[in-house]
């Protein structure tokens, strides 16, 4: 059984389909990788799955159980957290009250000690400006924050919408650095992408998504090779 199952997906915009029988699968312990284009319908697809849009037609099934009508702070619950496209912390808040907000399923203390503990080793950057106003980081650090939020509910699995969009190469490197740390750590990851060479190269398994559908599918590595994807996505 896998952990996410999304069956025939259909999601309207008025009259206009933007999402056309999207089905796909997520493996515990897995990357998956969404690449495709501007308007592809990578980001509907992310909303779609955690209620924070309607769906037309379709199911999400995670670990077992039917999502599809389950509101979004009771999906947060049952283990699924996502970091939105342009990571939408709250400016306003400090480093450490964002921190803070992405815990308020935890109501024990001393654990929330220990996972403050563990996102400050693993972001040091963000144990520097525990204090500071978080609409003042930089766009890099702001990601790691939007991560770290994410990571303090301790989810299952963790979506992730363009988490590179707007670095740096070298922060774009860090940041799948991180992607890959957190994996081995035992979160599963589903990954939506522009850059798709750093995606893929570290997917276990990804699709393509055109038009509100998924056109190709495969191993991160066979995608990679493909020729198609080759033209489309990575310059080749």
Do not use: W
């Not at 029988?21 to 990578?42: M, Y």
């Not at 939408?88 to 964002?98: A, C, D, G, K, S």
């Not at 493909?226 to 489309?232: D, G, I, P, R, T």
């Amino acid at each position: 059984m896998a952990m996410l199952e999304v069956n025939d997906l259909q999601v309207y915009y008025g009259v206009i389909c933007a999402l056309k029988g999207i089905s796909f699968q997520v493996e515990q312990g897995q990357i998956v990788s969404l690449i495709g284009a501007n308007g592809a319908g990578k980001t509907t697809m992310m909303q779609s799955i955690v209620s924070l849009i309607p769906k037309r037609e379709g199911t999400v099934v995670f670990e077992g159980k039917d999502i599809t009508k389950t509101p979004s702070h009771k999906i947060v619950r049952l283990g699924m957290t996502q970091v939105p496209e342009g990571r939408r912390i709250f400016q306003e808040l400090t480093v450490y009250e964002n921190l803070l907000m992405g815990a308020y399923t935890n109501k024990d203390q001393q654990s929330f000690k220990r996972d403050l503990e563990m996102i400050y080793e693993r972001f040091p950057r963000l144990a520097e400006r525990k204090n500071q106003i978080a609409g003042t980081l930089s766009g890099g650090e702001q990601q790691m924050l939007a991560m770290g939020r994410a990571i303090m509910c301790h989810p299952k699995l963790l979506m992730l919408d363009e988490p590179s969009m707007g670095l740096s190469p070298l922060l774009v490197d860090q940041v799948f650095e991180i992607i890959k740390d957190i994996n081995k750590d035992g979160t599963t990851i589903l990954l939506v992408e522009q850059n798709a060479g750093k995606s893929l190269a570290i997917s276990d398994q990804a699709y393509v998504m055109e038009n509100g559908k998924i056109v190709l599918s495969g191993t991160g590595a066979e995608l990679a090779s493909s020729e198609k994807v080759k033209k489309a996505y990575l310059g080749g």
